[in-house]
Nanobody, 121 residues
Framework: QIRLVESGGGLLQAGNSLRRSCVAS??????MGWFRQAPGKEREFVAV????????YYGDSVKGRFTISRDNAKNTVYLQMNALKAEDTAVYYC????????????????WGQGTQVTVSS
């Protein structure tokens, strides 16, 4: 059974940092990534990383502030979120796929449960 289990959400003040993690089970995923969805908005691409961590892509709104990484021995992907802003407030979703190459939500076959991150200004 494929599962993605997230941890690390919460309420923070602007300027602070947060590290999210997502543990995958049931399959090996070449692509692992993060999306977010704010109230009333479409799901937005945040970041993706390939199997050997040699390739990463980021959404424009998080470039330079967020860093994605993975530990294949632990089947875990991380999202280090620095210099948080109020506009980063959203439900964050871990996503994974057996193939690497797409950054739209419909490319990813597996999803985490979603965790709220709220940043107060």
């Amino acid at each position: 059974q494929i599962r993605l289990v997230e941890s690390g959400g919460g309420l923070l003040q602007a300027g602070n940092s947060l590290r999210r993690s997502c543990v995958a089970s049931g399959h090996t995923f070449r692509a692992m990534g993060w999306f977010r969805q704010a109230p009333g908005k479409e799901r937005e691409f945040v970041a993706v990383i390939n199997w050997d961590s040699s390739i990463t892509y980021y959404g424009d709104s998080v470039k330079g502030r967020f860093t994605i990484s993975r530990d294949n021995a632990k089947n875990t992907v991380y999202l280090q979120m620095n210099a948080l802003k109020a506009e980063d407030t959203a439900v964050y979703y871990c996503a994974a796929d057996t193939q690497f190459g797409g950054i739209t939500a419909d490319h990813f076959q597996a999803w985490g449960q979603g965790t709220q991150v709220t940043v107060s200004s």
